[in-house]
């Protein structure tokens, strides 16, 4: 259906771009990190692609349902650390705002969205995924 296509530059310490031109942005390493953190980062870049798409596929699943939307948002944090094998290894937190919908109805669109969401799917079983309902 669609491929996108990025590439980068000099790893954490360089640049991003996308082959169609709307991405161009400065890749720095974040003091938490030893860096001086002016640019963005992997994990800022996975975190806004991952609650962007889990969003959209909220609103899927939901105007499936024919429910309202109003207000939803998604927040992502994206975390790295040491792993088992001697590398690294992310975690996200997911946190769902449906402010208008009743929580057990939420819940099940949660969880909906959770089966249908690319990212979700590419996650699954490979690293801790956990979402916060609030």
């Known amino acids: 259906m669609y491929v996108a296509e990025a590439t980068a530059h000099g790893g954490r310490d360089g640049y991003v771009t996308s082959q169609d031109g709307h991405i161009g942005l400065k890749v720095a390493v ?64 997911l946190s769902v705002s449906l402010p208008v919908l009743d929580p057990q109805v939420a819940a099940k669109l949660v969880d909906a969205a959770h089966e249908v969401c690319p990212y979700s799917n590419a996650t699954r079983g490979n690293i801790d995924v956990t979402i916060v309902l609030g």
């Open 30 to 93: 974040p003091p938490e990190l030893g860096g001086d953190g002016d640019g963005t980062n992997p994990e800022q870049l996975f975190a806004a692609g991952y609650s962007s798409c889990f969003h959209n596929a909220l609103v899927l699943v939901g105007r499936r349902a024919g429910l309202d939307l109003t207000g939803s948002t998604v927040a992502a944090k994206v975390g790295i650390g040491p792993n088992a094998h001697q590398g690294y290894g992310l975690a996200v937190a």
